[in-house]
């Protein structure tokens, strides 16, 4: 696929080889300064900026996604920019890593897990609330939207 991707805490790994230009979006220098370190590609960029205000131009984008992060963003703000950004066709991808399943010795880990994150979860923030049903209920940008689960 061609295009531009922009994206929130994932792995650009992952799309640099089928996207023609990512660009990485965070609002902390350092977090930047670390992904720039660590980036051996050429097709990807890093920019300050927030979910709110993307650094990209109107219709210039074919995704974005947000992993793990969306629960902080002024959603409705988010969902407007993501649509000046978005080219037509475009797609919106949000989610969290609460149902990997970590393998031990050819065991599956799930319940171990968790257990974990729900004894974890009694100290979090309500913002991290979103994140118990893999984003679930977070409202729809479009009345077409899909949650996927």
Known sequence: MRGCWVWF?????QYSDHFESVI??????????????????ANVTFKEGVAESLPVSDGSVDLVTSSMAVHWFNIPKFYAEVDRVLKPGGVLA????????????????????YEFWEN?????????????????????CYPEDLHLK
């Open 94 to 113: 949000c989610y969290s890593y609460h149902v990997c399943a970590p393998l031990y010795k050819g065991k599956n880990l799930y319940s171990e897990f």
């Open 9 to 13: 805490w994932a792995d650009h790994r």
């Open 24 to 41: 990485g979006v965070d609002f902390t220098p350092a977090q930047l300064e670390l992904a720039r370190s660590r980036n051996p590609f």
């Open 120 to 140: 974890l979860n009694r100290y979090w923030p309500k913002k991290y609330d979103p994140l118990k049903t893999e984003y679930t209920t977070i409202p729809s």
